[in-house]
C-alpha cells in the first residue's frame, strides 16, 4: 500500500525557512515523479512544483508564487522527498502535500503557519 | 497559465439522485501525445484529496462505479450516477497538460 508522510511543519515568522519532508513507501520511490501541492486554510488546491525521477533527468518545475523562494529534492536512497521553504511569506501559509506524479496519492500534509 | 473554470460552486442533491460537475479550461488540454490529461479529485472534509479519474475518463481502482468522466478539448464532465452520503465534499478538476499545472476552484456537493 501506498503510503506518503509528510513532517516538518510549524510556525515560522516571515522571511523565515523550513523544510518539509515526505517519507515514501509502498512503491518504487526512486522511479517516480513527486509533487508538492498547497492548500491555504478554507482555499482550493494549488501546485507548488514538481521533481522528476532522476532517469527522467531529476529536473524540477515551480510555480511562479514560489519559483526562487522553494526548492524541490529528492533522496532515493532513503525514500524521501523534500521541499526546502526560504524567504516565506504570510500567503505561503497553507497545508502542504506531498503526492505521487500529478496526484495519484496523497500525503496527510502538514501545516505551514507563516506569522509575526 | 491556463485557467480552469467549474461550475456549480455549490450543488445540493438529494441522495439517490445524479449530480453534475462541469468544468472548462482555457486551451485545448490534448498534448502532444495525444492524451488529454484532465483529472478529477474529491476531497471529503477533514481529508487530503483522492484522485478519482485521470486522462478525462479513466477511474481510480477503488473508485465506485457511479463516478463517471467524459468531455474532450477544452469541456469536461464529472457525473455521479446516484449520490451517496459519503460522496459529500468539494470537487477538483486539473489539468497535467501545461505548466504549471493548475486546478479549478472546486465544486462544493452537499446533501439537500
Known amino acids: 500500500e501506498v503510503q506518503l508522510v509528510e513532517s516538518g511543519g510549524g510556525l515560522v515568522k516571515p522571511g523565515g525557512s523550513l523544510r518539509l519532508s515526505c517519507a515514501a513507501s509502498?512503491?518504487?520511490?526512486?522511479?517516480?515523479?513527486m509533487s508538492w501541492v498547497r492548500q491555504a486554510p478554507g482555499k482550493g488546491l494549488e501546485w507548488v512544483g514538481r521533481?522528476?525521477?532522476?532517469?527522467?533527468?531529476?529536473?524540477?518545475d515551480y510555480a511562479a508564487p514560489v519559483k526562487g523562494r522553494f526548492t524541490i529534492s529528492r533522496d532515493d536512497s532513503k525514500n524521501t522527498l523534500y521541499l526546502q521553504m526560504n524567504s516565506l511569506k504570510i500567503e505561503d501559509t497553507a497545508v502542504y502535500y506531498c503526492?505521487?506524479?500529478?496526484?495519484?496519492?496523497w500525503g496527510q500534509g502538514t501545516l505551514v503557519t507563516v506569522s509575526s | 497559465d491556463v485557467v480552469m473554470t467549474q461550475s456549480p460552486l455549490s450543488l445540493p442533491v438529494t441522495l439517490g439522485q445524479p449530480a453534475s460537475i462541469s468544468c472548462r479550461s482555457s486551451?485545448?488540454?490534448?498534448?502532444?501525445?495525444?492524451?488529454?490529461?484532465l483529472i478529477w479529485f474529491q476531497q471529503r472534509p477533514g481529508q487530503s484529496p483522492r484522485r478519482l479519474i485521470y486522462?478525462?475518463?479513466n477511474r481510480d481502482s477503488g473508485v465506485p462505479d457511479r463516478f463517471s468522466g467524459s468531455g474532450s478539448g477544452t469541456d469536461f464532465t464529472l457525473k455521479i450516477s446516484r449520490v451517496e452520503a459519503e460522496d459529500v465534499g468539494v470537487y477538483y478538476c486539473?489539468?497535467?497538460?501545461?505548466?504549471?499545472?493548475?486546478f479549478g476552484g472546486g465544486t462544493k456537493v452537499e446533501i439537500k
Open positions: 486539473m489539468q497535467g497538460t501545461h505548466w504549471p499545472l493548475t
Open positions: 509502498g512503491f518504487t520511490f526512486s522511479n517516480a515523479w
Open positions: 486522462k478525462v475518463s
Open positions: 486551451q485545448s488540454l490534448v498534448y502532444s501525445d495525444g492524451n488529454t490529461y
Open positions: 521533481i522528476k525521477s532522476k532517469s527522467d533527468g531529476g529536473t524540477t
Open positions: 503526492t505521487t506524479g500529478y496526484g495519484g496519492k
